[in-house]
C-alpha cells in the first residue's frame, strides 16, 4: 500500500509513525483512518518493531481533529460508520502488543485527544492543546472519546470538558492525568525516543503481558482482575526471559532478553 498520509521512520527497532496532513493540521479524514489501520497491522505484525512514537507533522497540530468537511454531509448510517472504522482502529492501538507513545506536538483536540488517548503513554509539548470540543459542532465525541476520557480523568473532570468544548493546556493535561509529561517543544521528540528505547531494551513478553493485565483488567471486577493478574503472573514463569531475569539479577549483569 503507497501512503499518501503517514511518514515512517525505523531505527533502533523502533518506528517512528508521523501524520503528514500539516496544511489540514492533520485532520484524520477516511483516507488517513484507512492508512493508519493499514499501518499499525503491518507494524504489530512485526517482531523487530518494539515500540512505536506517533506523532504529527508540523509545528501546529498532532491530529487537529476529524475531518469536518467530510463528515459534514454523512447520513446517520454513514456516520456511525466511520465512528465504528475510527474506534476499532483505536483499539487495535490500545490493545496491540506494542507500546505506542504519542508525541504530542500541539493540538490534540476530537478525534486528535481521542487518538492520543488510545496510546498507552502522552508525551505533550509544552505548547500543546488537548479538548473534545465537539459540543460545539453540534454533536458528541464519537471516537471513544465519552469513554476513554473519564477513564483517564474522572467522570466529573470528562463531563466538564466535552460539555463546554474547552482546550486545555498542556500543563492542565498533566495535571489531571491526560499526559504522562510535559516538555519543551525541541525536546518532545527526543523525550519520546528515550523513552521508547528505554522500553524497547525490556523484555517484550512481559510489556505485552503488563499491557494485557492493565487495559483488560480494568474492564473488570475487581476480584476478577486481581485473578486475570495472577494468572499472567504465572505464565511469566513459563518463559525463558524470567529465568534470564531473575538470573542476570542474582548475577548482578544485565539480562539479555530472548523475548520468549
Known amino acids: 500500500m503507497i501512503y499518501k498520509n503517514l511518514l515512517l521512520e525505523i531505527r533502533d527497532n523502533i518506528a517512528q509513525l508521523t501524520i503528514n496532513r500539516p496544511k489540514a493540521l492533520n485532520c484524520l479524514n477516511p483516507q488517513t483512518l484507512v492508512e493508519l489501520s493499514q499501518m499499525f497491522a503491518e507494524l504489530q505484525k512485526n517482531p523487530e518493531i518494539k515500540a512505536i512514537i506517533l506523532t504529527g507533522a508540523g509545528e501546529k497540530a498532532f491530529v487537529a481533529g476529524g475531518d469536518v468537511a467530510a463528515m459534514q454531509p454523512l447520513g446517520p448510517l454513514e456516520a456511525r460508520q ?59 465525541p464519537g471516537w471513544a472519546g465519552t469513554q476513554r476520557l473519564p ?75 486481581f485473578a486475570y493478574e495472577a494468572e499472567l503472573f504465572g505464565l511469566c514463569f513459563a518463559t525463558e526471559d524470567q529465568k534470564e531475569g531473575m538470573a542476570a539479577f542474582l548475577e548482578k549483569r544485565p539480562a539479555a532478553w530472548k523475548d520468549k
Open 82 to 140: 466511520v465512528a465504528q472504522q475510527a474506534q476499532q482502529l483505536f483499539n487495535d492501538i490500545e490493545y496491540g502488543d506494542k507500546v505506542v507513545i504519542a508525541a504530542v506536538n500541539g493540538y490534540a483536540l476530537g478525534g486528535g485527544c481521542e487518538l492520543a488517548m488510545a496510546c498507552d503513554i502522552r508525551i505533550a509539548a509544552d505548547s500543546a492543546k488537548l479538548g473534545q470540543p465537539e459540543i460545539n459542532l453540534g454533536i458528541i
Open 151 to 225: 477513564r483517564l480523568v474522572g467522570k466529573g473532570k470528562a463531563k466538564e470538558l466535552m460539555l463546554t468544548g474547552d482546550m486545555i493546556t498542556a500543563a492542565e493535561a498533566q495535571q489531571i492525568g491526560l499526559v504522562n509529561q510535559v516538555v519543551s517543544k525541541n525536546e518532545l521528540l527526543n523525550t519520546a525516543w528515550r523513552m521508547a528505547k528505554k522500553i524497547a531494551g525490556k523484555s517484550q513478553i512481559a510489556i505485552q503481558l503488563i499491557k494485557q493485565a492493565v487495559d483488560n483488567g480494568m474492564e473488570m471486577d475487581i476480584n476478577k482482575a
